[in-house]
């Protein structure tokens, strides 16, 4: 699975239109100290489903949007599109046969946002299943930016443990249970309320019984 293309507005530091053409042979991006890279970095994740600002460098959502410069007023609104290929079928089920599936996240100044996949408006929920279990995400092993070494070698066991259970592919499964889990606690608190209603209406017969 590559990326093909990066495409940012109003994101960070790119307030214009700017298009990251990542063509095979492409690994790297280089640049003076400030010049945006890790907005790059940030970008991608935000786009992949990324919910805390810190981990984006920011105090609150909002301050990945443009903030403004000397000579340009700040940014009302924040998008990025990813462009993955998928001519290998990375991505299967109902993406099986889009040769390119884009990813995309939108922010308005005003707390409005959105995300698309392939520009249709879908939920962050619908970006994070697409991604499972494919090493690619927001907090997945495929983005190892400055100091991540670090963390992993001194990580404690169980957060270690997220990184292996994403690598060994069983987070999907995992996923699945809790949301078995929610739906078997419902069906329970559902029939805790149908047998109070059948007592309730015992009761009733009966006294209608005798009347
Ligand atoms: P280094 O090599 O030092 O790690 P870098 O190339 O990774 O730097 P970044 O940290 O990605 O650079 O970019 C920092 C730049 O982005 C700073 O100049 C900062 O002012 C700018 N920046 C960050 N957020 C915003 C924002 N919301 N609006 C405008 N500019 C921003």
Redesign the pocket.
């Known amino acids: 699975m590559r990326i093909r293309r990066i495409e940012l507005r109003g994101f960070?530091?790119f307030v214009d239109k700017t298009v990251f053409q990542l063509g095979p042979g492409v690994s790297g991006v280089v640049?003076p100290?400030?010049?945006?890279?890790?907005?790059v970095i940030d970008a991608i994740r935000w786009t992949l489903g990324e919910q805390s600002p810190s981990l984006l460098r920011g105090k609150a959502m909002e301050?990945?949007?443009?903030?403004g410069?000397d000579g340009r007023k700040p940014a009302s609104v924040a998008e990025v599109h990813i462009a993955f290929d998928n001519e290998d079928g990375a991505f299967g089920g109902q993406y099986q046969r889009f040769s390119e599936i884009e990813v995309g996240r939108r922010l308005y100044r005003d707390g409005k946002s959105g995300y698309l996949i392939n520009r249709v408006e879908c939920r962050r929920k619908d970006i994070v299943a697409l991604f499972l279990d494919t090493g690619v995400g927001a907090r997945a092993y495929s983005i190892i930016e400055q100091g991540r070494v670090g963390f992993i070698v001194n990580a404690k066991p169980e957060e270690r443990r997220v990184l292996i259970d994403e690598v060994a592919g069983i987070n999907r499964f995992k996923s699945q249970r809790v949301e078995a889990e929610r739906r078997m606690e419902r069906t329970k608190n559902n029939l805790v309320r149908v047998s109070d209603m059948i007592t309730e209406m015992g009761r009733q017969r009966r006294s209608l019984q005798i009347q």
């Open positions: 960070k530091s640049g100290n400030g010049c945006g890279k890790s907005n301050d990945v949007i443009f903030s410069s």
